[in-house]
């Protein structure tokens, strides 16, 4: 089956260590996106790819990065995590021909020790 | 800026029961509205998108309607079950955003299904 796959599912990383996130995909959508939800909360959109074409949120904290190296792959990098960054960090993808329907991933959960 | 609102923050019914979910936001350019299930702990699944141009969407059980002009949208789900205990996000792409890749999600509404 066609998919959203992220990984890990859990990762724990302690306050300031680097700590990268991965998204992959076999839908072949050309959109790509990178989503913050803490408890509660509606999903918060860190930043997205169309292609290999980066767009960046306004108040996406400088501390995260993203790369896409191929239509498959995105990795979400944090580069020095406060305690403040522990969420849910979840993949979606999408293509214009779908009227840019949404395809999540499970969802890696971050803990920051 | 595009505000999206979804009341109540939880409901629980009755296994059986008919139920309405609503949905409103603030500016009604928008390119379309997308329906979304969160079980705990995972992601979000997507359960209907409706275009601008169109009124609603039927799947299964569930249809969702769209009325742009007052800026709101209901979920109906019929003869509830167990299962469809979840939150449900409903979420819009604006024009004002430049482009329908974006969506502005709510904070969803928290369903309890009791059996």
């Known amino acids: 089956d066609a998919m959203v796959i992220q990984n890990p599912r859990y990762q724990v990383t302690q306050f300031g260590k680097p700590v990268t996130l991965s998204c992959s995909q076999t839908l072949n959508h050309n959109v790509m996106y990178w989503y913050q939800q803490k408890s509660s909360q509606a999903p918060k959109l860190l930043f997205h790819y169309y292609d290999k074409d980066f767009n960046n949120e306004a108040d996406t904290p400088d501390n995260f990065q993203s790369r896409r190296p191929n239509t498959s792959f995105c990795f979400l990098d944090i580069r020095s995590p406060g305690l403040g960054d522990a969420a849910m960090y979840l993949c979606a993808t999408s293509r214009p021909g779908q009227g840019y329907e949404q395809y999540f991933g499970p969802g890696t959960r971050l803990t920051v020790t | 800026k595009q505000e999206v609102t979804q009341i109540p923050a939880a409901l629980s019914v009755p296994e059986g029961e008919n139920l309405v979910l609503n949905c409103s936001f603030t500016?009604?350019?928008?390119?379309?509205l997308q329906w979304f299930r969160q079980d705990p702990g995972k992601g979000l699944t997507s359960l209907l998108l409706?275009?601008?141009?169109?009124r609603e969407q039927t799947s299964g059980r569930l249809n969702a309607s769209l009325d742009k002009s007052s800026g709101r949208s209901t979920l109906y789900i019929a003869a509830s079950q167990p299962g469809d205990s979840a939150t449900y996000l409903c979420?819009?792409?604006?024009?004002?955003?430049?482009?329908?890749?974006?969506?502005?999600f709510g904070s969803g509404t928290q369903l309890t299904v009791l059996p």
């Open positions: 409706i275009q601008s141009s169109q």
């Open positions: 500016d009604s350019a928008i390119y379309n």
């Open positions: 979420a819009v792409s604006s024009i004002s955003s430049g482009s329908a890749r974006q969506l502005t």
